[in-house]
Nanobody
Framework: QVQLVESGGGRVQAGGSLRLSCAAS????????MGWFRQAPGKERDFVAA????????YYADSVKGRFTISRDNSKNTVHLQMNSLKPEDTAVYYC??????????????????WGQGTQVTVSS
């Protein structure tokens, strides 16, 4: 059974930074890709970034490229999302997700099998 627990959300002013974390409980973590998605009120759940546990390869949505960094801590089975230069349009509930396999370019929420409960990120102007 895969369990994902997010932490680190909050409120920040535009231009600020936040770091989200996702603690993953998976049987064989190296066979998984971990992703971050976000969902603003009334909108679809959109892909943000993904990382492969196996080789560390990463992939980003164009909207966050150069501002967000996804990383993994193998010793703690934890994935982080460092968010810099935050904008009001980054405001959303952020979800951690997991899927078996190696392909980090999967961007559809339907390609991910497991989800965390979500954490709110609010960026004020």
């Amino acid at each position: 059974q895969v369990q994902l627990v997010e932490s680190g959300g909050g409120r920040v002013q535009a231009g600020g930074s936040l770091r989200l974390s996702c603690a993953a409980s998976v049987p064989t973590v190296r066979n998984y890709v971990m992703g971050w998605f976000r969902q603003a009120p009334g909108k679809e759940r959109d892909f943000v970034a993904a990382i492969s546990w196996g080789d560390g390869s990463t992939y980003y949505a164009d909207s966050v490229k150069g501002r967000f960094t996804i990383s993994r801590d193998n010793s703690k089975n934890t994935v982080h999302l460092q968010m810099n230069s935050l904008k009001p349009e980054d405001t959303a509930v952020y979800y951690c997700a997991a899927r078996q396999g190696w392909r980090v370019t999967a961007q559809s929420r339907y390609e991910y099998d497991y989800w965390g409960q979500g954490t709110q990120v609010t960026v004020s102007s």
